[in-house]
């Protein structure tokens, strides 16, 4: 089928700051689709009937018009965070033709004059506004996609209370139009108040003395997070997450999830990266919620709730960590089960009970077994010694594209394990606290032939 929808960028400027190709698009079709404020800038002469989207959004109507001459107004770029994107996921491309204008970002970097590839881009359009947490580091230009007028004042107090305050911020209004306006300032000094809704902000972020650094890599230092304790400890997430290994797009399920912390840096890894934290203990459901906003996640799925009764109708994950609860009966083979072929299953524990049941699972389905010994030098009167952490045992197991029957022989290894204590009773991953220097130890077990 031709391309039946046109998606036709529009600035500022309206109707006359589009081309020849834009113009006539919008003059032979029978519908144009957008936003009131885009259909407002239409001419009274276009013939076409205005069709405003509903509320909520909704593309059935527009879709029900196939085969028609329609056309569809989006700000700028529709292809950059717009409804072009979204267009593209639902229509084949032969039937779908986009005319994109300058997008605010490019107006944006060509009026400061900052590269645009080296900027990173945020969109608080529908989106929280802790999103902007994961890109704040001293140095960095970020440009940020406002939500509306009151976005710049939520945003510079929320560089004030992450440490950012003396951040420089440059809202840029009505980029491209007869009323476009710049505003400077400091987040430490914002006084501007509400703005004009349709605004970009820029920010050369500058950290205070104080503020956390935040590191790219995985293993965040374990005060980044709010926890009870229950927290898997730095090197021990560097390593679990090293054995998960999170690539674009995967979804990750945190099994007894404690403060949220490998869920969280999963996510932190890649823009696209989704996680689920299962959590029972309301406390910590609390400390997970803090936790994903300050870290910059806070699309992060929080499910209330004890495995493996909480895992059902949950999406099938590319991962599975369990943190605490693999000798709950039904967990490990619930985890598996709903596993994606391919996947990677990795489990932590401390107690023999525990350890004894990763090693009745390798049995049955292979894998690595690895003991990860930690030692921190801590003082001993006037010297100072190694204190020896609980040792913890990982279970790394990749499931097959051909699944084994989990329910065939070999079942009776994990049920006889003693399942008294709840999920999250021993957080595998619970260490003493690390000091100065660190001594490493790891001993691995293949795969069981």
């Known amino acids: 089928m031709p391309a039946w ?53 909704d593309l059935a109507p527009l879709l029900a018009e196939r085969g028609g001459a329609v056309c569809v107004l989006a700000s700028g770029d529709p292809m950059l965070f717009g409804v072009g994107a979204t267009l593209a996921r639902q229509l084949p491309a032969d039937e779908l033709r986009v005319l994109p204008a300058p997008s605010s970002l490019s107006l944006a970097a060509a009026r400061l004059g900052w590269p645009l590839q080296d900027v990173a881009t945020v969109s608080l359009v529908g989106r929280p506004l802790p999103t902007l947490n994961a890109h704040l580091h001293h140095g960095a230009r970020v440009f940020v996609l406002s939500a509306d007028g009151r976005t710049p004042a939520a945003l510079a107090g929320l560089l004030n209370a992450r440490g950012f305050g003396t951040t420089r911020m440059i809202v840029l209004e009505h980029l491209g139009g007869e009323l476009e306006r710049r505003i400077d300032g400091r987040a430490d000094q914002w006084s501007a108040g509400e703005v004009a809704a349709l605004n970009l902000i820029a920010l050369e972020c500058r950290a205070t003395q104080g503020a956390p650094r935040l590191p790219l890599t995985c293993g965040l230092p374990d005060d980044a997070f709010r926890h009870d304790g229950q927290l898997t400890k730095r090197d021990v997430r560097a390593i679990t997450l090293a054995r998960l290994a999170p690539t674009p797009g995967e979804l990750l399920w945190d099994v007894g999830a404690g403060s949220g912390s490998i869920g969280i840096e999963w996510m932190r890894a890649h823009p696209t990266c989704r996680a689920i934290a299962i959590e029972g203990h309301a406390e910590r459901q609390h400390f997970i919620e803090h936790n994903r906003d300050a870290l910059g996640v806070p699309g992060l799925q929080l499910v209330a709730g004890r495995a493996p009764d909480a895992l059902r109708g949950l999406p099938a994950p590319d991962a599975v960590f369990i943190g605490g609860g693999v000798t709950v009966p039904g967990v490990l083979e619930a985890c598996w089960a709903s596993l994606r072929e391919g996947g990677r299953l990795v489990a932590n524990v401390v107690t023999l009970q525990g350890e004894a049941a990763l090693v009745a699972w390798r049995e049955r389905f292979g894998g690595t077994l690895t003991r990860i010994a930690l030692a921190d030098a801590q003082p001993l009167g006037g010297f100072d010694t190694w204190r020896q952490a609980l040792p913890i045992t990982l279970l790394e197991v990749v499931k097959p594209l051909c699944d084994v029957d989990v329910a065939s022989g070999g079942s009776q290894a994990n049920g006889a394990n003693n399942a008294t204590g709840a999920n999250n009773a021993t957080d595998a991953s619970t260490t003493t606290d690390a000091s100065t220097a660190t001594a490493v130890s790891a001993s691995n077990s293949g795969t069981a032939q």
């Open 5 to 57: 929808l046109t998606v036709v960028g529009i600035g500022d400027d309206g109707f006359a700051g589009l081309g020849r190709s834009a113009r006539r698009a919008l003059l032979e079709a029978s519908v144009v689709y957008g936003g009131e404020r885009h259909l407002a800038m239409l001419p009274a002469r276009l013939a076409a009937r205005r069709a405003a989207w509903p509320r909520p959004f």
